[in-house]
């Protein structure tokens, strides 16, 4: 008999399992309910939780940590189920106490689940919803990639990415757009688990659903496996009137059948004896079960049977995508079980002193890893330190640093863009054979040819893990780019979807971390595209991902494109981006150092991603030795023309409108010969630098060579405020130009003109300014 196995487990494998189980669904109820009706509360704000939310994944994620993941597995957990996850992590010893008992407070356990602010080692971060699931597909990607250029770890044995995901996730466009970038690249070792609880924030989800799902899975080469009907539910079909009862589940509605769970026992007998009371066997099976017994049969969901959740995981022993669609119950075992309102719902103090008798926990001992429980501490623990999950303790790797060259490549040309230039180095990078270049990867959303990423594509391939010819080649097509596929290639082609590349880059920057080999990801787009992602790209520098984004073209100076390509409001969107240093270079040579600089910055362990605005404006370059201001670039800014201390007005600018600056100047001269010009390359860096040290940062010390009195016009190919703030650093007076509308198709003659940032318009806001 004590060899009997349970979900092909030893039975008291499996009733440690179950103990732990309750355990995780005790100290992640409890955690919430302290820090909403223990702790002191000192502003009056609701702390909040999701109490419901995480008791519907206790059995799944029990099973999952403490039997079936493995060291190198990787898993983004349902934001709300966050709880849960520190409570198992403290139960492994992973997590103190002292974060427990400031969940949800500052400096303790995260409302949901963070890279940068936990402590016990999470692999992705995740909250807004939807993109912790993307993340795991690309993760898988890049695992593979790894893989088949042979830069894992020797000691590394491929992981599973595994996605928690609640089913509401599945509203978010960014999941199906992953899923179909997956299917392209053929992804492996990837398993998304749906906590199908059939509830979502404010309501239930809709019956014909659950169809869709299974379809779109299986269409895009997913093994899908079902956990519906837990042990006991399985059985009852043996009973009289049992396929009976089992068909009236199958067609319960979601709203119906979540309303029943709340109403107990009781009401699921009232409604079956409603609705199939008349058909054979169904009272009989009915008088079978008191109310309680016929609760726990109608709500015996696999996805809360540990049994058929390990057997269920055993189906999946093989490296194709699997996606389980686990029905659950949200609030299981709560007094709030299936209301449709439990999602913010929060146990009463005398709701949870029946809670807690019902797990049999003494006053004192509610933080306790093992009171309460049936199985001994001594077994427990050995359990514990025996899981696989659990067996490395540091989960985080480390690679080593890369060196870009000491020559970077600066190229020249008497008129040139600085996309054009960014391509052309790359080009350069792309001719050599270094760890620097071969550990660079490129990615673009089906705009790699209109970004400059050709040439660079054209030395180093596309990423496939098959091989894939080149139709245009095996016709004698005369093509420029060279199109093939094969393992080698160092480009990821994805589809036009913007969401996708920036959740590539998360995962490609995260590798170091994650696989214990370092990339330098470089990702291209259009500017005005970044917004089509910012949330991606937000969660990608929330978990301090390191990538350089390089967009281009930006601005109205991508005349003929018309508005909807034009941007405006990213110079913003750089500034206030945390984990994202942005710039705009306005020359090849700024170009050049920055890029350099970028390399390191992303592997510095206080650095971050970089963010390159690029034009595609041609432009005569400076003859200079960079190297002389190449500190100042860095920094943010430098003088472009020296001004005298007592001029009355200077010019400060960003980016490719130099080239109207330098027009103006010709005329402002003559009038104000001391006049200076600003460059700023970063207004983000910039700031923060004065925001942190004020009279001593690099622009305080630049505005030191003009006095308190002399007028700043400010000038961008972006929205006007972004310069703006200069005139606080001395208190100078500003007038700033820039683009504040939508712009239209034109060139960049009338759009300049219309939008008044071109020489003109400067002169004039210098001419208006020094009237007022």
């Not at 913003?572 to 942005?582: F, K, R």
Request: glycine residues 8%; proline residues 4%; negative net charge.
């Amino acid at each position: 008999m004590n060899n009997c196995k349970i979900g092909g487990i030893s039975k008291s494998d499996f009733e440690c399992l179950k103990a732990l189980e309750e355990k995780a669904l005790w100290l992640s109820s409890w955690m919430i309910h302290h820090a909403n009706h223990i702790r002191k509360n000192r502003d009056g704000i609701k702390v909040g939780g999701h109490q419901a939310s995480s008791a519907s994944l206790v059995t799944l994620m029990t099973a999952l940590y403490f039997r079936e993941l493995g060291p190198n597995d990787r898993v983004a957990v349902k934001p709300h189920a966050s709880p849960v996850f520190h409570a198992i992590q403290y139960l492994m010893g992973r997590q103190s106490l002292e974060k427990l008992e400031s969940f949800r407070a500052f400096g303790g356990a995260q409302s949901y689940p963070s890279r940068t602010k936990d402590t016990d080692q999470v692999d992705f971060s995740t909250g807004s919803v939807g993109l912790g699931v993307a993340v795991t597909l690309f993760a898988s990607l890049i695992q593979d990639y790894l893989e088949s250029k042979s830069k894992l770890p020797d000691s590394y044995t491929p992981g599973r990415m595994v996605a928690l995901m609640g089913d509401a996730e599945l509203d978010e466009g960014n999941v199906w757009e992953a899923m179909l970038e997956g299917w392209k690249h053929d992804v492996r070792n990837l398993w998304w688990i749906i906590d199908y609880n059939r509830q979502s924030l404010d309501s239930t989800v809709s019956d014909k659903l659950f169809g869709r799902f299974d379809d779109i899975f299986r269409t895009t080469s997913w093994n899908v496996i079902v956990l519906k009907y837990g042990k006991k539910l399985s059985n009852v079909i043996k009973k009289p009137g049992g396929e009976s009862f089992l068909k009236w589940i199958d067609e319960c509605p979601n709203s119906l059948y979540s309303a029943l769970t709340y109403k107990g026992g009781e009401g699921f007998r009232a409604r079956i004896q409603k609705d199939i009371g008349n058909h054979a066997g169904i009272k009989s099976l009915l008088q079978d079960y008191d109310d309680n017994e016929l609760y726990d049969l109608s709500t015996d969901l696999a996805g809360h049977d540990m049994e058929s959740v390990l057997d269920s995981f055993k189906e999946a022993e093989h490296d194709r995508p699997n996606v389980f669609i686990a029905y659950t119950v949200k609030g299981r075992g709560m007094p709030f079980a299936g209301h449709k309102d439990n999602h913010a719902g929060l146990m009463t103090e005398d709701q949870m002193k029946t809670f807690k008798d019902n797990f049999n926990i003494p006053d004192g001992l509610e933080w306790s890893k093992f009171a309460g429980l049936e199985v001994s501490e001594k077994k427990l623990r050995v359990f514990i330190n025996q899981s696989p999950y659990n067996k490395t303790k540091v989960r985080e790797l480390n690679a080593h640093k890369i060196t870009p060259p000491d020559e970077f490549p600066l190229p020249k040309g008497d008129l040139i863009s600085t996309q054009d230039a960014f391509g052309k180095i790359l080009n350069e990078i792309g001719r050599t054979k270094t760890e620097f270049s071969d550990s660079l990867i490129t990615a673009s959303p089906d705009v790699s040819v209109s970004t400059n990423l050709g040439a660079w594509i054209n030395h180093r391939g596309l990423y496939d893990r098959t091989s894939i010819p080149d139709p245009f080649k095996e016709e004698n097509v005369l093509s420029p780019l060279k199109w093939s596929m094969d393992f080698n290639g160092q480009h990821i082609e994805l589809g036009i979807a913007e969401n996708n590349l920036f959740l590539f880059l998360a995962a490609a920057g995260l590798s170091s971390s994650l696989f214990g080999s370092r990339l330098l990801p470089v990702g291209t787009l259009y500017d005005p595209f970044i917004m089509r992602g910012l949330d991606a790209l937000n969660y990608a520098c929330y978990q301090d991902s390191r990538f350089m984004l390089v967009a281009t073209p930006s601005g109205i100076t991508l005349a003929p494109e018309g508005g909807a390509h034009q941007s405006i409001s990213t110079p913003l969107i750089g500034m206030g981006q945390d984990n994202l240093a942005s710039f705009e270079p306005a020359f090849v040579d700024e170009l050049s150092v920055i890029m350099k600089w970028g390399f390191w910055f992303m592997q510095d362990e206080g650095g971050s991603s970089v963010y390159l605005r690029l034009s595609t404006k041609p432009m005569k370059q400076p003859d200079r030795k960079i190297n002389t201001i190449e500190s100042e670039v860095i920094a943010g800014a430098y003088w472009y023309c020296k001004p005298k201390y007592n001029t009355p007005i200077i010019i400060v600018y960003t980016g490719s409108i130099v080239t109207e600056v330098d027009k103006s100047l010709e005329f402002i001269r003559e009038d104000i010969p001391e006049i200076g010009v600003l460059s700023i390359t970063s207004s983000d860096i910039l700031y923060k630098d004065w925001a942190k040290n004020r009279t001593n940062s690099h622009i305080s010390k630049l505005l030191s060579e003009i006095s308190k009195d002399t007028i700043i016009i400010t000038v961008i190919d972006g929205y006007s405020a972004s310069l703006a703030w200069i005139g606080s650093v001395k208190g100078n007076r500003v007038f700033s130009l820039g683009v504040d509308k939508f712009g239209q198709s034109g060139d960049t003659l009338d759009l300049y003109k219309e939008h008044k940032i071109d020489s003109d318009s400067i002169i004039d806001a210098t001419a208006n300014a020094l009237l007022l």
